[in-house]
């Protein structure tokens, strides 16, 4: 039990530091992909910080199953964790953990539950949506036939894309992007499904109260 | 508390004049928009029109903030009100206060839960998708590349936006409608999927209703 | 009391009638739609059949609102009944009637209360989409610029709105099949959305009864 | 009672066979349409492989209409049974049945009932995503002024049809590919909704844990 407590205790610790990572990694790969003619210099630093910050999942992640009592067990039950250190762009997932600590500390008073899952669900869909127009857009701007040229279009692909409304007038062309956009696809309908089902609900609540009152 | 009461009692009094301002705002924004080749003279009145309702809601929305004890909190608590005071085209989300205090002035014998959901969010959705097609239309429609170039494009567009359907025959390709358009799709699917939900669950009740019968 | 139940043993009676009449007007309206190179007597017949059946709606609604107590309560209450008499193309939205009656009459054992909303919504879109397809192809086939060259066409246009999948390859572009589909995505996204919420607390019942045997 | 019991005992002792047959089918399916160029005897084999899963699933249903006491009754209550027969791409619909048995057997710890929901659900759809793609592949690639060439653009169609995202930049043009794509959208509608209500008070629920912890 000793070793469970430990990892507890460490993962308490490591998370702000994760996650100011994990924006170091986006802001850095965000760069890289937004601003094409970087000089040399800047080129290199936002290079070593995308990579030094993909390693520090990595390190944290072995030293984690390291830690771990049964790591075949720490592997599977924690799934999550493999994917979002092998597909750092994915760790917007991972926010709702840090989130709820951080209320925990704070001692705040707890938002309303519908509150609390629209929050999560929208702020992750968002944060995965403005990755996949990233990821799409270092793919496609340059692929013949694109109809991806701009930030600016792949921005509007991702939202058309999150909504499922899906114009079709940008959508990605190459096996790369559309791998991405697959993804955010199914991840997408699953979060925004989640949003809209609990903006219903406090919808619902909200007019129950004031037929009440 | 005397103050707290007295934001109330304004509140409930100035309803109905910021109401049909809202109504002013939308008709004269709307005249503007779709009868482009207006005399001076009906040009500077829709205008000053426009103008004098936006006029209202900033200083109506000013006067409240004095009034409030707490002006952070008051601020914080009533983002909607700040948002629909810039943004007046998304005035429609303020109906639902003005509606409900309306039927219990009335004394009227209230409508089930889920009509009353229905109503107010299908309102709202048409009422914004509505201004949506009317901001886009005006952008939209001397663009070059546009396929939206008549007002009838602009409705069609926005249906099939609200419904998440997004054919892609009309879709903005200026930047502001863009803008518009990723508003109208985050709202849209929310709204519409709060309609969707209530007149499942209205069904539901009745069919329910109709098996004990 | 007395035309109160005066009225409501005509309704009873009069609906497997109204029902037939439906299926003879949506029958010679298809019929019409689709083979339009019809011998002129032949022509004149289902012209024949589409417009006394039209007329049988219009003179049924009529004589129920003579036979009810309060007119404007008939009209405010039953609002359903005067649209699909005026369109008489919406009239699968009336079925639920006839079949909750028809089951009482015979007192079949009842189905659970997720089939027969999936059963009815799922119907109702069917019923509604197929007559929605038959006007668009109508409005559409002769149109410049038209996607929607035949009777297919239109089938997987209606079918990619009801879904709110809106592929675009095949979408209206007059202004009637415009409306028109701007009622089906409305109409369609509540009535599937029904479908797939009771689909969805089938499945969820099945396998909660599966995991307590 | 007897034969009821023997159906029974037969239908839990088939099951694997069938499961088995119906991957051997959906793989030999695959590699005809996916490898085209085979050589003649791989041809036969894998063709022989497709047909004689087939005839064991029409065999193993006509013996157990056989050994029903009712078989009027079998037909009625078993009509899934029925139409996985005559279409064995649709198979996957029964997988819920093996993967609940197998569970009961093995006295496993059960999943939640919402990941069960969410993982037969959605299992169920990607597997008829991926049946849906080779079938429209099939059809499509040779048609003229097709938009599915490749069966990543055929994968592409499935999922933006299955999420109902439906860009249209890849759609099927064939009367076959169009009557499946129409089977995709209206079982995929059903199966994604019911993932994505399963994930949504999943997420509910975890939040609402975690608030109380």
Redesign the interface.
Known sequence: MDRQQRLQRWERAAEPYLFVASLLFLTSYAVRVLVPDLSPGWQAFWEIVTFASWGLFVVEYLFRLLLSDDRRRFVRTRWLDLIVTALPLLRPLRIVDLH?RMQHRRDHP?LA??T??MA??GLTALLLGFAAALAVYHDERTAPYTTIRTF?DA??WA???L???????A?P?T?RG?VV??GL??V???L?????????SW??RR??Q??EA
Do not use: I, K, Q
Request: aromatic letters at 12%; zero cysteines; charged letters at 15%.
């Open positions: 709820e707890r539950l519908e609390r899952v999560y669900a600016g921005v509007w939202a058309s894309t909504t499922t409304t899906g114009y079709g007038d959508t062309v096996t559309r956009g697959v696809m199914f997408g309908v699953a925004v499904g989640a949003v809209v089902g609990s903006f219903s919808l619902v007019f129950r004031e037929g």
